[in-house]
Structure formats: structure tokens, C-alpha cells
């Protein structure tokens, strides 16, 4: 598996900023009520990135020692760790770009948005920054050195392939 590319991340970020604000703008053109992200949906991608963190140590633990282990990693595990963490990285610049949109949509309006109606949103999109970067961290943790016998110069592959 290959590790998630800047440009995809970018990417979400970019569609779903667009999307934030494009929502934001219509309801508040029909006068209804914008829409407010909650602390609790932030703090929750927080942990979440955090457990992936987490889910990873064992699979990094096991590449950096390697055949010292009496009990090698379980493949599944490790490849199950790899494809959430690619996925959380994904979903977290999909949060991240939808609570941008939201934020420069309340930010750009001529009157001064209450600290009520931002802090939820900036709560919001930090959350998804952390679990977007522990995401990353994850993926990183789980690729595997290469191996003495290896006759390419490439980097090692993710955990999962041994």
C-alpha cells in the first residue's frame, strides 16, 4: 500500500472547504440557521487520532526490532492499522476542510460572529488537524525498513506486507 500523498489530502480539504461554505451561504440565504460544529465532535476526532497513534506502537515496535520478537506482529493487525490510518487521515481533512468552510463563511460576513458561533468550529477543525496528522504519524509508523537482502534502493514497504 502506498503511503496517503499530500495533493489527496489537500485535495478533500479543498472540496469539502468549498462544500462548508456553499452549505452555510444557502441556509443563511433561505434565513436559516447556519450551521455550528460541536466541541464534543472535536475532541472526539482528537482521541481518535490519538488511538491510532496508539494501535500503531506495537506494529513500529515490532519493525524496528524485527527478528528479535519471540511472537511476530499479526499481519492482519498490521494491516488493519495501516488502512485506518489512511482512512482517518482522509476523514480528518474532510472534517478539517468542511469546518474551514464553515469558519471563513461566519468570518467573511460584515457583522462580528459571536465567540458561541466560532470557538465550536475552530474546536472542530483543530480536532481533525490532530487526527489528520496522527493519521499520518500512524501510516509512518507501520512501514517497515527495508531488509539487508533487498537489491532495491526504495524505501520499505508498510508493515503489512511481510
Known sequence: MKPTRASVLVSVALVTAVAGFAVDAV??????????????LGLTL???????????????????????????????YATRVVVLAKASSIGGAL?????????????SRSATPSLGSTVPNAVALAGAVVLTVCA?????????PPSDDDEDDHPGGSAATY
Do not use: K, N, Q, W
Not at 482528537?46 to 527478528?67: E, K, N, Q, S, Y
Open 136 to 144: 499520518l504519524v500512524a501510516e509512518r509508523m507501520c512501514v517497515a
Open 27 to 40: 441556509l443563511a440565504s433561505r434565513s436559516a440557521p447556519t450551521l455550528l460544529l460541536s466541541v464534543p
Open 46 to 76: 482528537a482521541f481518535i487520532g490519538i488511538a491510532v497513534v496508539l494501535m500503531a506502537r506495537p506494529v513500529r515496535r515490532h519493525a524496528r526490532d524485527g527478528a528479535g520478537r519471540a511472537r511476530p506482529v499479526d499481519p492482519m
Open 95 to 107: 472534517f478539517g476542510g468542511f469546518a474551514i468552510g464553515l469558519l471563513v463563511y461566519l468570518l
